[in-house]
């Protein structure tokens, strides 16, 4: 619904909406079509971002993102101020040098004689030389500024003229330049293209010597930190007389894994021995035994200078890691012993143990090999607490060693990171610059003209602002235009509408007797609101009309409503009840009047087919000051019966209380509701009166 309103506002406007955009094209025209045309020159560069022929042999390729962002960083730079103020110099000193200029003079630049034009060639060749930017706010130099300016030569001018784009995804960048002179097209993008290499080289260099001398010192702190580092472990080492600190450990984890070994077959053999011992010990009885003690006491004596000997030979041969040659002389010393026993036992044991002899050498050959292998247990106990004595105090040389081998790991991977960014860096600064023009813009092609696009253009966006400015009215706008959105709003029915009727004044015969077309259509909605109100009166013949304000069509209601029923033969009273504004009265001139008929100072009005006009002499009066009440209940019925229809224009309910007076004597209410007029929420107040009188039986909505 909303849309087809909207729809119809912009019918109601369709002249405005045709007339508008035809002016605006119009104008459009004559402004354009004395527009020059245009020219574009394109000058291309090759980056070597991408191109694989001019890349630097070992170093990373870039990925498509840093690549992108590369020639976004170069397109910015060529459209820079410092950049585009070097083209500017070079043209303006053209123009002013030239026999052919680019453009003619403007005002300001006629002004100056040739001397102080050849003033102005010297400071503009300065400043191109000098690669200054030149700015208005910049007092001695206000009138370069201003010249440029007013040539329309300035970095802004060019700017907005001036396109620099990557083709596609290759290793060019295309300058193009639009202007009215071919010549000049193509002088703005070979000067440009030559500007920026010019500048980006000496940026380039700049950097590289700045990044050169940086990276030098750079390096130099991170050798001399790596040799420090290097210098303190060095020292460490030499303090605490550490050589290799981790072949030194291995070397001790060796030996006390080989003491540990030769410790546990010494201990597995003391106890075989013991056990050997007291297995011969056994053998013996009590009394040989004390036979046997008696006669080997001599033969101990000369065994014992034997045995410390070996004992002495046992501690060295330990200590000295198991050398072989005290191996030699321990095996001699035993041998020695072994004789003094066998000696021994031939000199000394006799009876009774001549049948035991073999078991006293056993025993006295297992008592010094148990003597020798507890003195050996003790020297490699002794031999071991020495060995993890020696290697506990590596423990902390180990932590600081390895303290001091991070610092110096971190310092060197640090040199060594600088360095091959050092190497690097001399690398890419070996190469030439990769960015150079690889074509010359020629003088430019003539463009399509745009001064149709122009035109175009300005008729459609003229009228989509006609749109848009009417679609805001429309929201904007809470006013009535149809006979739905009426009952909506006031949930009253709507009995019929009446078409806008143009003219002057209100000849009712013309429009029951003529047949054009707006009479015929008038009188099609006449008798469809007849029927209508016939249904909705039942039977009962008093009707009131009246609107929500003045001027909105009750009056017109209600004489054409008495005109169509006249034409149905029927008697019908026509009564002017608007005291303020009697226009029936003024319009018909009747022989009878209100004051006159309900005071009774005139006779009975006579019924007669057709309309009878009951008028009022205006003033500020009203009914109920005219006579009393019962007087007027009485006249008013003595009518009724007289009459078919009666019909009261009364007062408009902006003045309610003179409106409620012939309300109250009316059987039903009729409501007449211009078209375009918004329905307030007073008005709503005063149709919801109507309602609870149950006297309001619909709406008229005129001037459809």
């Known amino acids: 619904m909303e849309v087809l ?9 369709k002249f405005l909406l045709i007339i508008i955009p035809v002016i605006t094209i119009i104008i459009t025209f ?14 291309r560069i090759s980056t070597g971002i991408t191109d694989a022929s001019q890349q630097v042999p070992g170093l990373d390729i870039m990925q498509e993102s840093a690549i992108g962002q590369e020639f976004g960083n170069l397109t910015q730079l060529i459209l820079q101020k410092q950049t585009l103020d070097q083209v500017s110099y070079l043209i303006i000193i053209h123009d002013l040098t030239s026999k052919r200029p680019f453009r003619p003079d403007s005002k300001l630049l006629a002004q100056y004689s040739k001397a102080q034009r050849q003033q102005m060639v010297t400071e503009y060749t300065a400043l191109h030389q000098a690669h200054e930017s030149l700015v208005p706010s910049d007092p001695g130099r206000t009138k370069l500024w201003d010249v440029l300016k007013s040539m329309n030569y300035d970095d802004g001018s060019l700017r907005g003229k001036l396109r620099a784009d990557r083709v596609a995804n290759s290793d060019f960048i295309d ?11 193509a002088f703005v993008a070979n000067t440009l293209a030559t500007e920026f290499i010019d500048n980006y080289q000496d940026i380039v260099k700049n950097n590289r010597a700045r990044t050169s001398d940086w990276l030098s010192k750079l390096l130099a702190e991170k050798l001399n930190a790596w040799k420090a580092k290097m210098d303190v472990l060095k020292n460490y080492k030499i303090q605490n007389h550490i050589l290799k600190l981790d072949e030194q450990a291995k070397a001790l984890y060796g030996q006390i894994a080989d003491y540990e070994s030769r410790r546990q077959v010494v201990e597995k053999d003391i106890l075989g021995l013991t056990a ?26 000369d065994i014992l200078d034997s045995k410390a000997a070996l004992r002495k030979l046992q501690d060295e041969y330990i200590r000295n890691d198991f050398d072989n040659a005290l191996q030699a002389r321990i095996d001699s010393v035993k041998r020695a012993i072994e004789k003094q026993i066998l000696a021994g036992t031939d000199k000394y044991i006799f009876n009774p143990l001549t049948a035991k002899t073999q ?16 003195n050996s247990v003790v020297s490699v106990a002794r031999e071991l607490d020495r060995l993890n004595n020696k290697l506990y105090m590596l423990v902390p040389h180990e932590a600081n060693i390895q303290s001091y081998e991070t610092d110096l790991d971190v310092a060197s991977r640090e040199y060594l990171d600088i360095l091959n960014r050092w190497n690097e860096f001399n690398m890419e600064k070996e190469s030439s610059s990769k960015i150079r023009q690889v074509e010359t813009a020629l003088p ?27 679609f805001i009215l429309f929201l904007l706008d809470h006013s009535v235009r149809d006979d739905q959105e009426l009952a909506n709003k006031s949930e009253a029915p709507v009995l019929g509408k009446i078409n806008q009727v143009r003219g002057a004044g209100i000849d009712l015969r013309a429009i029951w007797t003529d047949n054009d077309n707006n009479g015929k259509l008038l009188k099609k909605q006449l008798r469809a609101l007849r029927f209508e109100i016939e249904n909705e009166l039942a039977g009962k013949n008093i009707l009131a009309i009246t609107s929500l304000e003045e001027s909105e069509g009750k009056t017109f209601v209600a004489v054409n409503l008495a ?24 319009n018909a001139k009747p022989a009878s009047f209100i004051e006159d008929v309900f005071t009774g100072k005139a006779g009975v009005l006579t019924a007669e087919k057709g309309v009878t006009i009951l008028g009022n002499r205006g003033g500020d009066s009203s009914l109920m000051e005219l006579t009393s009440l019962g007087d007027l209940s009485h006249k008013i019925r003595e009518l009724a019966a007289a009459f078919d229809i009666i019909i009261i224009d009364t007062a408009s309910l902006e003045d309610m209380d003179k409106a409620k007076e012939w309300i109250r004597f009316a059987e039903k209410t ?35």
């Not at 309103?5 to 406007?13: G, P, S, V």
């Not at 010990?281 to 046997?292: A, H, W």
């Not at 078991?359 to 507890?374: S, T, W």
């Not at 463009?447 to 400015?469: E, Q």
């Open 670 to 704: 009729l409501a007449v509701f211009e078209t375009g007029n918004v329905l307030a929420e007073t008005d709503l107040h005063q149709v919801q009166y109507l309602k609870q009188q149950q006297q309001l039986i619909g709406w008229v909505l005129n001037k459809a």
């Open 30 to 43: 004559f402004l354009v079509r004395n527009l020059p045309n245009q020219y574009v020159s394109k000058s």
């Open 276 to 301: 050997s011992l007291q297995s011969i010990n056994n053998k013996f009885e009590p009394r040989d035994r004390k036979y046997l003690e008696g006669t080997m006491t001599r033969i101990n004596e």
């Open 563 to 586: 005109y169509a029923w006249a034409m149905t033969n029927k008697k019908v009273l026509l009564i002017d009840g608007h005291f303020g504004h009697p226009s029936i009265t003024g």
């Open 359 to 374: 078991l006293v050498a056993q025993k006295l050959q297992l008592e010094v090999d148990l003597e020798m292998a507890q």
């Open 444 to 470: 430019g092609t003539i463009l399509p003209s745009k001064k149709m696009l122009l035109i175009i253009l300005s008729g459609i966006i003229s009228l989509f602002f006609c749109v848009l400015i009417i």
């Open 5 to 13: 309103n909207f729809l119809k506002a912009l019918y109601r406007r």
């Open 175 to 185: 300058l193009s330049f639009e202007s009215e002179n071919p010549e000049y097209s």
